[in-house]
């Protein structure tokens, strides 16, 4: 799996998204993405509890803490590389998270409009 370059939405140099808790397609604290990375794990957001129950009520729950695959579960304040796709769906449904674009994949703009991301950009 070949990383794309590690540029973000503004194109600028990637910045991370978190390490705590350790995100990314790769787990690599950032979003970066591959041709392999089915899910264009791109965005860099923020997570709020209105977006974890609206992820949880549209099948992917991402506050159950899954310690079989190490995962503890995501809280309101976290960081997380989240599908693009669903940080779109999420937007147009309302309740989309902050995003902090420094950190955001530029991969993500086959997906999401750049307007969409700066709508809800946390700076």
Same mark, same amino acid.
């Not at 799996?1 to 503004?10: E, W």
């Not at 705590?20 to 604290?29: E, K, N, V, Y």
């Not at 579960?73 to 147009?92: E, N, S, T, V």
């Not at 902090?100 to 999401?112: G, K, S, Y």
């Given at each position: 799996? #070949?990383?794309?370059?590690?540029?973000?939405?503004?194109?600028?140099?990637?910045?991370?998204?978190?390490?705590?808790?350790?995100?990314?397609?790769? @787990?690599?604290? =950032?979003?970066?993405?591959?041709?392999? #990375?089915?899910?264009?794990?791109?965005?860099?957001?923020?997570?709020?509890?209105?977006?974890?129950?609206?992820?949880?009520?549209?099948?992917?729950?991402?506050?159950?803490? @899954?310690?079989?695959? =190490?995962?503890?579960?995501?809280?309101?304040?976290? =960081?997380?590389?989240?599908?693009?796709? @669903?940080?779109?769906?999420? =937007?147009?449904?309302?309740?989309?998270?902050?995003? #902090?674009? +420094?950190?955001?994949?530029?991969?993500?703009? #086959?997906?999401?409009?750049?307007?969409?991301?700066? +709508?809800?950009?946390?700076?």
């Amino acid at each position: 799996m #070949d990383k794309l370059p590690s540029v973000n939405v503004l194109g600028a140099r990637l910045a991370p998204c978190s390490t705590t808790p350790l995100t990314g397609f790769f @787990r690599d604290g =950032h979003c970066n993405t591959c041709a392999e #990375d089915r899910g264009s794990h791109t965005v860099c957001a923020i997570m709020t509890a209105e977006f974890l129950a609206f992820s949880k009520y549209v099948g992917n729950d991402l506050s159950t803490p @899954r310690p079989e695959v =190490h995962f503890a579960g995501l809280k309101p304040g976290d =960081h997380w590389c989240l599908c693009a796709a @669903r940080f779109l769906q999420a =937007h147009d449904e309302g309740c989309a998270p902050r995003v #902090d674009l +420094a950190a955001t994949h530029e991969m993500a703009l #086959d997906i999401v409009p750049l307007a969409v991301l700066r +709508a809800n950009a946390a700076e």
